[in-house]
């Protein structure tokens, strides 16, 4: 068989907390008292196995009709409300203060419409009942569909019970292999080398972060890792300035804190933007959306300078780069310019007026445009024309920012490395990666319900290459800032659909993924082909050479005294051609392409 060599943990697509608030990630507290009993249903005993009708109404049954794994599912029937369904007791099993990975494989039976299928939690404490949402999906009567999650539950119970419902209808509906897990603290891998050391001698390496990144494991993973940071969204405008008189510092504060105290540096993001802004920035004096008039003209290009202004003089000289404007190309205009509010108020003078205002407020910080699909030829030339006119002026550009969001095909290594060329060309002009993440998926709607090995394993190579590729142009890249650091905290969770994603060189436990060893030590990411050589009667077959043949060099290896041979060390993603000889059987050679997850290579003679 085909064996990757390293332990796989894929990331889910979300976390809710036990008090139905929004799903938005905090630190993960310390945790206490946790139970070591975690519940496994698949109903192979062909029983209940602790399940019951939730109201009393429906019926539950195990049965062989439909099952998602093995010989038997729970099949939930005459449903008479949405909120009928199964549950079962979870009351020893959960306890407050502690993080659990839910998951269960949920399908609609055959007759009934798709519908939202989803997994509550019933809290009793004294005579009060509460219910807080945990996951939910839309689900058909065509395939089964992986409801999963990471659940912090935060409050103290006498009773409780997980169960499986629906937002609306009656839809009889299956359920198997579900899982409920405790999952201790997470603690980051102090063994491993570190990111930041092992990039040091090319470029800085960052990492975008949020305030509930500054303690526990995620913090130390930052001090580990990484010696620059991003603010994920605490500067932009939006959060920063949310009325015309107010300013909220809070946020980026701590997170200028953190760095300082930790010995890094801080990029700023972004002073110009057209999306998270406040609803009043596009107003006119008399609350009314603007409209292109010189008047709005004027007073648009007064907030921004005063924006800036007051934005980069409260950071100062703790602010060593900013992304002064954001995505203001769109080439599929012919004068390239984004059609953004901007724009259309203030024409492309807002960019000029921008990077003038943050030079005058911080005479030490780099000044970069940002944009995503730098690589694209029509996109990139746009910008080139841009950065070259902005100089030629005296606008004060020092950098271009490529955001980088890869997915597991594209851009290419030679595309980064032709565009770099490109804007370094540019006499005084920086390159930074400020929003790098390869995503696994290559298109807006294909879905894993659990990530394939293989699928991982090819990100691993994406990573090799292309930091390869940022290798390669040493001295033409400052820094490399990922967009997150792990797949627990990621916006392509939900971007551009909701659907498990994976896009960052730690997963979900913070610990290091095939992404992480692609950067630091490729030569991990090798794969084992092993099988076994036997009679034509079924007896293996000792001292078979069996031969191995692909890009490099054949290599050989001798079956062992039941028939058994392994090649360690095989780089996957590539052909191969297994061939066996022997002195009594025949064998044909067997082709492959190993993608980290096939099964074993099998050889029966022929006399």
Known sequence: MILAVWSLHCGDSGRLLADGSADSPKPVSKKTNAPASDIVSNFESNTLEGWQPRIGNETVTVTSVDRHTGSYSLLTTGRQNAYDGCKINVT??????????????????????????????????????????????EVNSQSWARLTTVFDYSLPHDNLWLYVESTSGTASFYIDDFELEHLPPPKIQTEIPSLRDELAPHFKIGAAVWQGDLAGAHSQLLKKHFDTLTAEDAMKWGPIHPTESTYNFAPADAIVNFAKTNGMQVRGHAL???????????RDQNGNPMTPTQQNKALLLKRLDDHIRAVVTHFGSDITAWDVVNEVIDHGQPDGFRRNMWFQICGPEYIDRAFLAARAAAPNAKLYINDYQTTVPAKRSHLLN?????????????????????????????????????????????????????????????????IPPSVLLKQG??????????????????SVTFWGKADDHTWLSYYPIERLNAPLPF?????????????????????????????????????????????????????SSLGYYTFAGVSPFEPYTVSVSSKRYRFAPRTLAPSGNLAGIDFVGVE
Not at 106 to 119: E, F, H
Not at 528 to 547: C, F, K, M, W, Y
């Open 92 to 137: 020893n099993s959960m306890v407050a203060g502690s993080e659990y990975r839910v998951s269960v494989w949920v399908k609609i039976a055959a007759g009934s419409p798709t519908s939202t299928i989803k997994v509550s939690l019933q809290r009793q404490l004294g005579s009060t009942l509460t219910y807080h949402p945990v996951v939910s999906k």
């Open 272 to 282: 110009v933007w057209h999306e998270q802004v406040p609803d009043w920035l596009f």
């Open 386 to 450: 841009l950065i070259q006119n902005l100089r030629s002026r005296g606008i004060p550009v020092d950098g271009i920012g490529h955001q980088l969001h890869s997915d597991i095909e594209s851009p290419t290594a030679a595309e980064v490395i032709e565009t770099v060329n490109l804007f370094s060309a540019i006499p005084g002009i920086d390159n930074q990666i400020t929003e790098m993440d390869v995503s696994i998926y290559d298109n807006d709607h294909q879905m894993y319900e659990v």
């Open 461 to 478: 190579y994406r990573y090799r290459d292309l930091f390869n590729a940022f290798r390669q142009l040493d001295g033409k890249i400052s």
């Open 507 to 559: 997963d979900d436990r913070l610990q290091a993924k095939p992404a992480f060893w692609g950067i630091v030590e490729p030569n991990k990411l090798k794969i084992e082909i092993s099988g076994r050589v036997i009679s034509s009667d079924g007896r293996g077959l000792r001292g078979a050479t069996v031969t191995l043949t692909g890009s490099g060099s054949p290599v050989t290896t001798v079956t």
